[in-house]
């Protein structure tokens, strides 16, 4: 009979990163966008000693891929793990030249979170900021395998 580990769960991150001009001035001409899906667990190994992973966003594939030049345009999310429930800790950020802006959460198991992080330039011309940067996505975590659902195992009725 397998052992079942009671305090295992996933977390997926879908995201998207844009970069986009709202005046003439901006040294992006078009919108940028990059996206991608990061997926760990709260029993990997990177975890059990109480770490952080960590991962740089809008940075491309290969070198000159990047979102912006100079990382001007960038978005983190990270990840840890609560060593006393097990839960996830999630942290965003983006960051556009000098303005960042920071969300936290914390997920339990069982958990949608869809965000939108929207960041102006500080560059501004006569009309205002000249370009923007909008981090958004959706987090959802796993289900965690509880006593409630062994009781229901163990009931079950087969045909």
Not at 8 to 14: D, H, L, Q, V, W
Not at 103 to 111: E, G, H, S
Not at 154 to 159: A, G, L, M, S, Y
């Amino acid at each position: 009979m397998a052992i079942v580990d009671f305090n295992s769960y996933s977390i997926e991150a879908e995201w998207l990163l844009t970069w986009y001009p709202t005046r003439s001035g901006a040294d992006v001409k078009t919108p940028q966008i990059r996206g991608g899906t990061i997926k760990q667990k709260n029993t990997d190994p990177v975890f059990e000693v109480g770490n952080r992973s960590e991962f740089r966003l809008g940075q491309g594939s290969f070198p000159g891929d990047a979102l912006s030049p100079n990382d001007d345009a960038v978005a983190f999310i990270s990840f840890a793990v609560d060593p006393q429930d097990y839960v996830f800790q999630v942290e965003l950020e983006v960051r556009l030249g000098a303005v960042r802006r920071t969300k936290n959460f914390v997920l339990p198991p069982d958990t949608r979170l869809p965000f939108l992080i929207n960041v102006l330039s500080g560059v501004v011309d006569q009309n205002g900021p000249v370009a923007g940067v909008a981090f958004q996505g959706v987090i959802t975590t796993g289900h965690r395998f509880g006593l409630s659902d062994a009781v229901a195992q163990i009931f079950r009725v087969r045909p």
